[in-house]
């Protein structure tokens, strides 16, 4: 059996380790700067320039992305629709986590990526996923790594409706692209601010 010195050991770590798992999945305190988002969020920057350097997808863009699916909650999921103006009813999606995946996008980009352990609630996997998108989308729709606006509304309409510009009659969706392309180009200039300061940190911790 544990002595009481064991016991209060034990429990301070399950503390810690409870402490930490909830501090892990609180959304950033600043959403809309990324320097901050990366300074706060350790191990965040390193995934998000490891999916950079694989996909060749910007991280502003991906961050930017993020933002808009999920304001970087890893649970999020679509607000539940209302009967009779109330009564809470089914969610109009099964989409999901950081990236708002839907379920069968996400299988998909979990064989295609081989990365069939991969959860949406896990930001390392999230924004892996939106690289992987983005590669797709600059393949499939033949849209530039850097542009957001468009490269959102593939996200969006999937690959197949931006190919038919399912978007032409949509004007909110137009907006709110806009809105994503302006987080990116936002998220660049407050990025080149600090990236050098972000890799010596990743280096650092690399080593150690």
Known sequence: MLNNKNKLSTLFLLLCTGLAAGCATNPPSNPGDICSIFREKKGWYGKAKDAEEKWGSPIPTMMAVLHQESRFVHDARPPRTKILGFIPGPRPSDAYGYPQALDSTWRSYQRAASRYGADRDDFGDAIDFVGWYNNTSQRQCRIRPDDT???????????????????????????????VSAQAQTYQRQLASCESSLKRRKKFLGIF
């Open 149 to 179: 606006y468009h490269l959102y509304l593939a996200y969006h309409e999937g690959h197949g409706g931006f190919n038919r510009r399912t978007f032409r009659s949509k004007s909110w969706l137009k907006k709110v692209s806009h809105k």
